[in-house]
């Protein structure tokens, strides 16, 4: 079947330079160097998330409800291993007991460990939301750094949560590979990477920057809606025609 949907499939590296040789309807724009080939599937996949119900991911949402990338970075970490209702749920009830690092100083750390529960190990979160508002408070005069060492140098902060914070806190492209972005990139077959790390590099080299900030939010929403972990709905995906299902051996 799925000889059926994809007809033909290759890479052929040419230096930075990845061709796609698929259907017909895909053939013309099939070049990722290409511009109109990622405006067409960013299109195509948000009118899928909309069609299926998806709303935003929780660090959007917060992200829409207060200019603050302290907020985002503190909703970010809490969202580590955490199930999205949950992470809005355990950020809502954190800060409105505190929302700026002096505040959220205020608070014992069993009150933070209260308030974020049933967050994955919401221990250690607590002690670390506690550790980066002090060096926020000692080392950047209480404000969120807008860089990338500097985020990875706060306790509990990866790349992940770094690259979120300069995305959605500071509007400064840096491609956030979670769960979802590692898995949907290699099974569409932009790249071929083992971590996300590695994810991180290889979408650089080949997507356009402009995409860089809204990769994640699309990728998120269409991993829950669509291309979930196990067994895809390639029957409602509106890119199968261009996706080389790469470790997919189940689909519906
Ligand atoms: S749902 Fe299926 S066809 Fe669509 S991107 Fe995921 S694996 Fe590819």
Known sequence: MRDTIMKTLSHQRTGMVITFLLSEKWRMIFSMNDEHYWDTLFEKMEHAVQEHGGGLPSISLIARQADSPYRI????????????????????????????????????????????????????????????????????????????????????????????????????????????????????GWISTRTPEESERALQSVMPRRYWIPLNELLVTYGQRICTPVSPFCSRCPVRECCAQIGVDRFR
Do not use: W
């Open 73 to 188: 970075l503190i909703s970010t970490l809490i969202s580590l291993r955490t199930k999205d209702e949950v992470t809005l749920e355990a950020s809502a009830r954190l800060f409105s007991l505190a929302d700026t690092p002096g505040s959220m100083l205020l608070l014992p750390q069993e009150r933070i460990e209260q308030a974020i529960y049933p967050a994955g190990f919401y221990r250690t979160k607590a002690s670390n939301i506690l550790k980066i508002s002090r060096i926020l408070l000692e080392k950047h005069a209480g404000a969120v750094p807008a860089d990338q060492q500097q985020l990875l140098a706060l306790p509990g902060v990866g790349i992940k949560t770094a690259n979120l914070t300069l995305n959605l806190g500071f509007s400064i492209e840096a491609i956030c590979v979670d769960t979802h972005v590692h898995r949907i990139s290699n099974r569409m």
